[in-house]
C-alpha cells in the first residue's frame, strides 16, 4: 500500500506515459507483481514455523518496499510467493523509534467502527479510491522470531493491516469499491494488466 513519501533507492517510481501507456518498473531485490499477475488473485499459504529462509524473504521483502520510494506495506504474494506474510513500515526513514512491523500468519480477529479513505496499491500504480473499512481491528500473528504477537490498531496501521491481509486472500483494495467506481477505473486497470510485464 502506497502513501509515504521516500527518496528512490534504484529506479524510478512506476509513473504514466503518454495518455494510454503505464511503465511498470522493475524492482529489487524481489519482483513486484502488479494487475493481470495471476499470484494477486491467489490465497496464501499458512507457514508452520518461521525459519532464516522465511526471516531472509522479509528482510527482502523490506528492503523491496524501501525501493519502492513511497510504500508502507507489503504482502509476500505482492512478490509472487505464497507465504502468509506482510510487511508494514509506516514511520519515516529519520524516525529510530518507528520498527517496522514484520508479521506471520497475520488474523483478524475483530474488527469495529466504520471509515472510508482513499487507498491505493503499488501492485496497481497510479490508481487510487476511496475504500470503506472497519475503523479499529484487532489481529494476531507471529514475529520475526516465531513469537505470538497481538496488535490493536486504529487508524492508518488498521487500514494498512486489513490491506495487506486483504492480499493474502487474493483481494485486492479495488474489490471493495463500487461496480460503478470500478468501471470508472476500467482503461487504466486494462493499461496495467497489458503491460504486466516490467520495462
Known amino acids: 500500500m502506497p502513501k509515504r513519501k521516500r527518496k528512490l533507492q534504484n529506479t524510478p517510481a512506476s509513473d504514466a506515459v503518454g495518455e494510454d501507456e503505464i511503465l511498470l518498473r522493475a524492482t529489487a531485490p524481489l519482483q513486484l507483481c502488479y494487475y493481470g499477475n495471476p499470484a494477486l ?16 524473504l522479509a528482510d527482502q521483502m523490506l528492503e523491496t518496499l524501501y525501493n519502492t520510494g513511497n510504500g508502507i506495506g507489503l504482502a509476500a504474494t505482492q512478490v509472487g510467493i505464497l ?15 518507528c520498527e517496522p512491523l514484520v508479521l506471520f500468519n497475520p ?25 470503506r473499512r472497519p475503523e479499529k481491528v484487532v489481529v494476531d500473528g507471529m514475529d520475526i522470531r516465531g513469537e505470538p504477537i ?14 495487506e491481509i486483504d492480499h493474502l486472500n ?3 483494495f479495488i474489490d471493495r469499491i463500487s461496480g460503478l467506481k470500478r468501471q470508472l477505473l476500467k482503461d487504466d486497470l486494462l493499461w496495467i494488466q497489458q503491460a504486466e510485464r516490467p520495462a
Open 41 to 56: 488473485r491467489k490465497r496464501a499459504k499458512p507457514l508452520a514455523e518461521i525459519t532464516e529462509a522465511e526471516r531472509q
Open 83 to 97: 507465504k502468509r506474510l506482510i510487511i508494514i513500515h509506516i514511520g519515516e526513514d529519520d524516525d529510530e523509534t
Open 107 to 131: 488474523e483478524i480477529l475483530s474488527v469495529e467502527g466504520e471509515v472510508v479513505a482513499e487507498e491505493g496499491c503499488l501492485s496497481i500504480p497510479n490508481v487510487t479510491a476511496e475504500v
Open 150 to 163: 497481538h496488535i490493536e490498531a486504529d487508524g492508518l496501521l488498521a487500514r494498512v493491516l486489513q490491506h
Open 170 to 172: 487474493g483481494v485486492l
